[in-house]
């Protein structure tokens, strides 16, 4: 069963900086897309960065100029760096990623921003 292993939440204050990692735990087949969730204590879950097999680039209007996702397919690994944190960013952040048997997440991990 693969699993992915989120690192690299926490506690920031306004305006730092945080980049969150999310690894694999063994190769997972046909990578369609990774992306980068996060939910907000009484708000749905929403997607945030997604990073695709052709490497094109997709980010939330909240979170454009400041977050930049980026991946090593050797490892399974994606990447979220987050700059210019604000409040409103504290959210437990997911990984996912699409392979053709099936979709994965991690267990989350939270990241705190104060004001």
């Known amino acids: 069963q693969v699993q992915l292993v989120e690192s690299g939440g926490g506690l920031v204050q306004a305006g730092g900086s945080l980049r969150l990692s999310c690894a694999a735990s063994?190769?997972?087949?046909?990578?369609?897309?990774m992306a980068w969730y996060r939910q907000a204590p009484g708000k749905q879950r929403e997607s945030v960065a997604t990073?695709?097999?052709?490497?094109?680039?997709n980010y939330a209007d909240s979170v454009k100029g400041r977050f930049t996702i980026s991946r090593d397919a050797t490892k399974n690994a994606v990447y979220l760096l987050m700059n210019s944190l604000k409040p409103e960013d504290t959210a437990v952040y997911y990984c996912?990623?699409?392979?053709?048997?099936?979709?994965?997440w991690g267990q989350g991990t939270q990241v705190t921003v104060s004001s």
């Open positions: 063994e190769r997972i087949l046909g990578i369609n897309a």
């Open positions: 990073i695709t097999r052709s490497g094109s680039t």
């Open positions: 996912n990623v699409g392979g053709i048997l099936g979709d994965y």
